[in-house]
């Protein structure tokens, strides 16, 4: 599914990821834990293909083809979908356009016929309702004065729409109390698991992933994936901390 091999990638010249190697197979869940600082987010912008984070060294294949080569919006296409930590505000564009606009232009895209309002508008209420999200919430601007984790049902409701086949979520989790993190947590299942789809989950807490059971855990340190293993390596991060257990590698 993504195959990323020792990537560099700087902003405003200043090298961000160092040489960063990760491989994320159809149908596992990879979350990657980190320190603040580490370049997690900037690995997410690197994949979605954010302008100013350059590419200096390394590869990245998406169902072998160099994603490095593809417009942000060919990736999107393409099956990849990117869950900001900080979900943006538009406003004058209600959640039901901005989503009917977004899924149709994908369609077309992939030579596929646009779904008609009344397709869209039951295809928007399923998701809706796998997120716990009103309908009256999608029929508002999207993410404008809504509370956080109103913005993170809602990214995932757009999710649950595009149905990626890659999604990388950066800290998803970030903002949400208890009930909103399990409701957000099993909407990532259901959306995304499946055996020919693949989740990059960005967290810095076990909580979500005792709700979204990762397959594999790596730790992202300076640009570098520093160390991987299974579920019980977030569960030792979050028991001794990041120093002990980079120490004890
Ligand atoms: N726009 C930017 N310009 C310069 N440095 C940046 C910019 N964005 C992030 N950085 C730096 O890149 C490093 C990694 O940041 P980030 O990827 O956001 O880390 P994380 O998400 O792991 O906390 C940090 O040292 C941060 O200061
Ligand atoms: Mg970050």
Redesign the pocket.
């Known amino acids: 599914m993504l195959k990323i091999e020792n990537l560099h990638a700087e ?2 010249g ?1 090298e ?1 990821l160092k040489g960063l190697t990760l491989e994320i197979p159809n149908g596992e869940i990879h979350a990657i834990m ?12 690197v994949l979605g293909g954010r302008p ?1 984070y350059e590419v200096t060294q390394g590869s990245v294949t998406f169902n072998g083809q160099d994603m490095l080569e593809l417009e942000p919006h060919e990736r999107a296409s393409a099956g990849l979908f990117l869950g900001f ?1 900080y979900p943006v505000e538009i406003p004058g564009v209600s959640n039901v356009q901005f989503l009917r606009e977004a899924l149709n232009a994908q369609r077309k895209a992939r030579g596929e016929e646009p779904l008609t309002g009344g397709e869209f508008l039951k295809l928007a209420k399923e998701k809706a309702g796998l997120l716990k999200l009103d309908m009256d919430m999608l029929k508002r601007n999207v993410n404008v004065g809504f509370s956080g984790g109103e913005k993170k049902r809602a990214e995932m409701v757009q999710m649950g729409i595009l149905d990626p086949t890659l999604a990388i979520l ?2 998803t989790d970030s903002g949400l109390d208890i009930d909103a993190l399990r409701v957000v947590g099993e909407g990532i299942n259901a959306i995304m698991r499946a055996p020919d789809k693949a989740v990059l989950l ?1 967290t810095h807490y076990q909580r979500l992933l005792d709700v979204v059971k990762p397959d594999k855990v790596s730790i ?1 340190s300076q ?1 570098r994936i520093v160390r991987t293993g299974g579920a019980d390596l977030a569960k030792r991060l979050e028991d001794e901390g990041y120093d002990a257990v980079m120490e004890a590698a």
Do not use: R, W
């Open positions: 902003i405003d200043t961000i980190g320190p603040n600082g580490a370049g997690k987010s900037t690995l997410a912008y100013g930590q950066d800290e960005i992202l640009g």
